[in-house]
């Protein structure tokens, strides 16, 4: 009767989730979560995403939650398998995706006994999960109580900032038989319209009328800076709004919603070239109002962190601030914020028009350093992928340099483009993986990542070729890491040019055009500006890698003219 009981309280688990609007599952193969399996794969309402490793699978998991802003499941096996969960299960938690993990496990009597594939996972992964929950192994009651379950794993998922939660299932063997014998389960163990499935509906937090009238009082015709970080939902919308009607300069994230589509002329562009340029110092802001997570700009917070006497306001669900500058933060939903100061906002009378003539200067300026130096190198790639993207698609761009190069060089388009990193916990970890998942929610994606990224998620190329995903996959390569050449590192004085480049540098060697064939995915070497941009704007047809050999020796120099050229700008519009 163990089976039957398994197999009852799976299946209900499997339904209730279905009911409350999971459509994704992502499985990995193993024996001791056979009946959750079998339980997702029953159903036609259901996807399952097969993944031979659970590393890849979470980092999939995560892309398609955070393309289609709701719960995906993850199912696995005990043992290690559950633990390789825990580097996607990090970033869902800093960057809002909503996961629900459930892993398999061993029950009571075979833990900490020596038995095979066999760990604690009770508490697995700690504070990197919004709610955790052990059960017990099924019994014949168990699948009536499945539906609270599955509300509850959902509510704490989606709940305030949406995030990832554990489910740990011990189940005893047998684990499943051939059928379940009805007969045998009492009536309180049926799932039927007698246990329905509770509704659950995530609460919004709204912001008090005290707190929009005093912060609609402090932005009124004062010259206003907008810096606007990870938002969703309706936020870009509000935000480019409130905007419009404060006569906000606008600075803005890639993942703000707000680089690409209708709203872009609310923003400034080359934001991140202006600051490092001086551009905040020549026209400086009476206040600041930051939106969600902290830019990618580090020039942008760096002005922030060193201008404490400017007035920073922080308007954020979480309401965490690492620089420790704002003055006053507000726990909010950004979006209904945005839309709730917006009746009582009044522009200064030439701040915006200012910032308007910078940012053309700005875009001419970079223009020219762009199409004055020799293709490839990786400012013009990062420009190149951004503007020729399919209208509609999604860009993933990965850590550490690529993120950073679509922020800098990558200014505006009114094509819509989706922007998405893994910016939560900054790592280059499952970067393929995320892209993969993203493209598996249906829209055409380009993934523009470094080579030592796709070398760290190489295996992921073969679920891309197997699962024909619609993915281009920019593999941008200077055979290293790139990102050490701006840090202090790559100082002679600091460390000496061979260990830097054994240590830091980290040459490989690897031809990502062989590596993607050998699993089955066309792939081909590109040198011109042309050829990549017909390539990435055909996205969607069939999955492709495309790689672009760059030089790391040439970053800073071309990160150096650039800003030198905004600099010669601003002061040729501001003199």
Not at 211 to 233: S, T
Not at 239 to 249: H, P, Q
Not at 332 to 347: F, H
Not at 389 to 406: E, H, K, N, V
């Amino acid at each position: 009767m163990v089976s039957n009981a398994n197999t009852a309280f799976a299946a209900a688990l499997a339904a209730a989730l279905a009911d409350l609007g999971l459509t994704d599952v992502c499985v990995s193969p193993g024996s001791r979560n056979t009946p959750l399996t079998l339980a997702f794969a029953a159903r036609d309402d259901l996807t399952c995403w097969v993944h031979h490793d659970e590393r890849g699978a979470g980092f999939f998991g995560l892309g398609l939650a955070r393309a289609s802003r709701r719960p995906v499941a993850l199912v696995c096996t005990s043992g290690t398998a559950a633990t390789e969960y825990f580097p996607a299960i990090t970033e869902a938690l800093q960057t809002g995706a909503p996961l629900i993990v459930i892993t398999a496990d061993r029950p009571p009597e075979l833990r900490d006994v020596g038995a095979p594939q066999t760990i604690d996972q009770i508490d697995l992964y700690g504070n990197k999960v919004k709610w955790f929950h052990h059960g017990a192994p099924p019994d014949l009651a168990a699948a009536a109580l499945a539906p609270d379950l599955a509300a509850h794993a959902w509510g704490e998922a989606m709940g305030g900032v949406p995030g990832p939660v554990h489910l740990n299932l011990p189940f005893r063997e047998p684990l499943v038989t051939a059928t379940v014998d009805d007969a045998a389960l009492d009536e309180g163990a049926r799932v039927d319209a007698s246990t329905p499935t509770p509704m659950v509906r995530p609460a919004r937090v709204v912001p008090p009328d005290d707190d929009v009238a005093e912060i609609a009082r402090a932005l009124a015709g004062r010259r206003a800076l907008f810096v606007v970080g990870h938002v969703e939902g309706d936020a870009p919308d509000a935000i480019a709004g409130l905007a419009r009607s404060a006569g906000a300069a606008v600075f803005v994230d890639p993942q703000s919603g707000l680089r690409a589509g209708p709203n872009t002329p609310a923003t400034v562009p080359y934001a991140d070239l202006l600051a490092a340029a001086g551009a905040l110092d020549r026209l400086t802001p009476e206040i600041v109002v930051r939106w969600g997570s902290l830019p990618t700009s580090k020039a942008t917070w760096r002005w922030l962190d060193n201008h404490r006497d400017v007035p920073q306001l922080l308007i954020d669900p979480r309401g965490r601030d690492p620089l420790g500058s704002c003055r006053w933060i507000v726990r909010a939903d950004p979006g209904a914020m945005a839309a709730a100061i917006r009746p009582a906002a009044r522009a200064p009378s030439d701040w915006m028009s200012q910032w308007s003539a910078l940012g053309s200067a700005a875009a001419d300026a970079v223009r020219n350093e762009l199409t004055s130096s020799a293709f490839p190198n990786e400012p013009a790639i990062a420009a190149t992928v951004f503007a020729s993207a399919p209208q509609g698609a999604a860009l993933f761009a990965g850590s550490s340099m690529p993120i950073r190069d679509i922020d800098t060089f990558a200014a505006q388009r009114q094509a819509p483009l989706s922007i998405y990193a893994n910016r939560g916990a900054n790592g280059i970890d499952g970067s393929v993986s995320t892209a993969a998942g993203i493209a598996a929610s249906g829209r055409p994606t380009v993934a523009l990542i470094g080579d030592v990224a796709a070398l760290h998620d190489v295996g992921a190329l073969a679920t891309v070729a197997r699962m024909g995903l619609p993915l281009t996959t920019v593999v941008v390569h200077n055979d290293g890491g790139g990102i050490f050449s701006l840090l202090q590192q790559a100082d002679p004085s600091v460390v000496e040019p061979m260990t830097f480049e054994r240590f830091f540098g980290t040459p490989h060697g690897t031809d990502f055009v062989a590596v993607a064939e050998a699993f089955g995915l066309k792939a081909r070497s590109v040198t011109g500006r042309e050829e990549l941009a017909e390539l990435v704007g055909a996205t969607g047809s069939a999955p492709l890698l495309i790689q672009v050999h760059t030089e790391r020796q040439a970053i800073v120099p071309l990160r150096n003219a650039a800003v030198a050229a905004v600099r010669d700008a601003i002061r040729q519009t501001l003199e």
